[in-house]
């Protein structure tokens, strides 16, 4: 019901800006890997392109058009700001990072320092993608950036950290936490250190150009409104 709710709540801003005129095209949201579950249940109808943030708005800058950006650090969107490429972002929602091992747990990894442990096979999300870099501050934080010498893979989103631990193919990886609930038969999570976190906002903001700007404002608003913040909240995000 939560996504028939949000999809006539769109429908209805829609109508009401002139954007919902029968056979116009569905808005365009670039955003980041780890908000897709959640995304696709706020609007269905919108049409996605989900992938790193860095890479997202690389597109952008060398000319892809979409309605909407949604990241999942403020790092590329105030830059994409700074160049007059999108609206001023807003803030929707945070999140925080945990450790995930695959449910037969070969390893025998309970802990961060297990992963310094010879043979161990971590992957983790590449520098310039923001679980990359959030992955080095939570290490930087905890003392452990040692532990980064057991990395076999650097992933270009955190889907990719995601997949790989949850099929086996590595022994652990550091994801989002509303990343483990799609996988939670599949991987065991290793809480970390409240003080150790990173912070971890997600922006959104309207694409200066956007083919349809009053679809792109009136998705940013149902994202911040009161269906939206419910859907985060049930996928697991903090609400800023």
Known sequence: MRRIGAAIALAAVLG?????????APVTVFAASSLTEVFQAIDPSAEYNFAGSDDLATQ???GANPDVYAA?????PDELFAAGLIEQPKIFATNKLVLIVPKANPAGIH???????????LVVGAEGV?????TRKVLENMGASDV??????EEDDVKGVV???????????????????????????????????????????????ADDEEAARAFVELVLGPEGRQALDQAGFGLP
């Open 163 to 209: 997949s790989k631990v949850s099929l086996g193919e590595a022994d652990a990886g550091f994801v989002y936490a509303t990343d483990v609930k799609p996988v939670a038969d599949k991987v065991t999570t290793i809480e970390l250190p409240e003080e150790a976190q990173a912070k971890v906002d997600y922006p959104i903001a309207v694409v200066k150009g």
């Open 130 to 134: 923001p679980i990359g870099d959030y």
């Open 16 to 24: 009401a800006c002139g954007g919902g005129d029968a056979g116009s």
């Open 111 to 121: 802990s961060v320092a297990d992963l310094a442990q010879d043979g161990v096979k």
């Open 148 to 153: 980064l010498a057991s990395v076999v893979s």
């Open 72 to 76: 999942a650090s403020p790092k590329y």
């Open 60 to 62: 952008i800058k060398e």
